[in-house]
């Protein structure tokens, strides 16, 4: 029993890691997957721009799904970097069936000061479309405020994924940090 433990632990421990921006990362979208040794290896993907929609500054959204928030009340995030890191995450996701997270891996997408994600907690690959990462950013907009940092489990009940938004900083473990606020609203 201790053994299995054990072994999960280190299992977990070593995928935590594929969730660490490297030293230096430049603007984009990324995929982090592992090579055939068993290292991270985190592959810039974008290649276009995406056109930001203009909302109403008095633009309220409703809560429509179920899933634990997470809010970084007090950190602002600026407006424009925010747009863009989501709209560039929402593009490389794409329609219909979406992209293939590969299991205890993450897409993201930094603009200068902000990083957007999602992190996989499954032990299986999944897909997520932006159809579908639409509704629950909002659903952090709605709880934690506009251009707030804040992250949403979203799936099953242990959290088949994280999805979210915050700052960025070098070697920022996204996956880890966003999930460590006790506040579910601003």
Known sequence: MLFTKLTAFFALAASIQ??????????????????????DVHTRIDQAESALEERD???????????????????TLNR???????AKLKAQLGGGAGAVIPAHQSFYSITNDVVAFVCS????????????????LAAITS?????IAGAREIGSRDGAAIVGYQ????????????TSSSADHC
């Open 80 to 86: 424009g970097n925010t747009d863009s890191a989501v």
């Open 143 to 147: 709880q934690c405020g506009l251009y």
């Open 121 to 136: 907690r499954n032990d299986g690959n999944g897909r997520l479309p932006a159809s579908v990462l639409t509704p629950e």
């Open 18 to 39: 594929a969730w660490v921006i490297p030293e230096g990362a430049a603007n984009g979208v990324y995929a982090v997957t592992r090579d055939a040794d068993g290292k």
């Open 167 to 178: 700052r960025y900083k070098n070697g920022d473990n996204f996956c880890a940090t966003s």
């Open 57 to 75: 500054a008095d633009y309220k959204l409703e809560r429509r799904f179920y899933g634990q928030i997470f809010c970084g009340c007090g950190f």
